[in-house]
């Protein structure tokens, strides 16, 4: 079926996205920066805060962000509508003594950050982008733009590479980036370059690898997007159209909440599993006049949709999924269901997301793990740990999960924002 312009449009914008989006810094920062646009006032945690009912605030506390908006009808025991995701990808991490070579190559020491297909992000260009704290105490952001690459060894040198390529991740991971004599370049330099500051004044970094190509639309029909850091850059980014576009007159306090580490467990202080969204509605509550009782109220009609991606079945892999359960990239989000809690929804949860899924006119699908091949898990079940609010694991369904580029059905990354925005609603 021929797509509507409105979801390309919302695919081409995603592409944007991502690529401000190298790393869950720029990440956050883009958020923020798309919603100040918006009419959202930027937030500092070490300020005192003075929320007003019909004011649309953010927050960023290092690699993640929340947004949210007061209704004008605001109690102060008005229920939460969180819609959680998360900035960070799987790839690599820039390591101390970061410039290293032999041979003749100038070449990058980094470290494995979460799961990537390893194989994936071979031949491809790459960028180095996150943060540096300098000795002022100031701390920018870097991108250097395609500077590395993973070179693949000819298959004239591994006759085997066809019957089994697996990579060592200390010793056949660690990409190019220039020709020289490394005690005579250093890599830092380049990332000082791109963010307009010295090298010697770089006194920390956290710095990952992205992909450098751009998000593209292809297929039969425009079917496809394919993209770098989809999961679960697709879900921030609906998050961040859904909110840009609600209106607060009355409803839900409608949040937006964009973790980082979501990939490594999400134990930091920018983590679902950190206090980063219990802290900031505790402030929020407050502000309207809640105490500790009226806030514990207010959650007890609170929901929380965690959205990240999950897996659309596989055509050359179909025994991998569930026999009878076959989410397929462009039939809509899908519902995330464990027996074990690896997900949090439940019968009421999943009730109210198809009511969601209603308002909007979005058709849905299921999710659920072939019992041979147990899945992963989300901020899901840490976020209804931590706060007890209701909550409902969705997503869309995508190929090549934890690929450097992975691939997503167009109307299914329109029709998330669609959901989002029924779900801040109400």
Known sequence: MPLTPTALAHADDLADFVAASPSSYHAAAEVARRLEATGFRRLEE????????????????????????????????????????HTDSPGFKLKPQPTTGSSGWLQAAVEVYGGPLLNSWLDRELRLAGRLALSDGRVVLADTGALLRLPQLAVHLDREANTGLALDKQFQTQPVWGLGDPTQNDILAELAVSAGVSASDIRGYDVV?????????????????????LDDLASVHAGVVALAAHQTESGPIAVLAAFDHEELGSGSRSGAAGPFLEDVLERVY????????????????????????GHSVHPNYAAKHDPVVHPVLGSGPILKLNANQRYATDAIGGAAWSAWCDAAGVRAQEFVSNNNVPCGSTIGPITATRLGIRTVDVGIPILSMHSARELAGVSDLHDLARVAGAFFAG
């Open 286 to 309: 407050a502000g309207l006049g809640a105490d500790s009782s009226a806030r514990r109220r207010a959650y007890s009609s609170s929901w929380c949709l965690s959205s990240d991606v």
């Open 209 to 229: 690898i992205a992909d450098s190509a751009r998000g593209a639309v292809f297929g039969k029909d425009d079917a496809f997007f394919a993209s770098g850091r």
């Open 46 to 85: 070490g300020e005192a805060w003075e929320i007003s009912s019909g004011a649309r605030y953010v927050v960023v506390r290092d690699g993640a962000a929340i947004a949210w908006t007061v209704p004008a009808d605001a109690t102060a025991i008005t229920p939460a509508h969180i819609l959680g995701a």
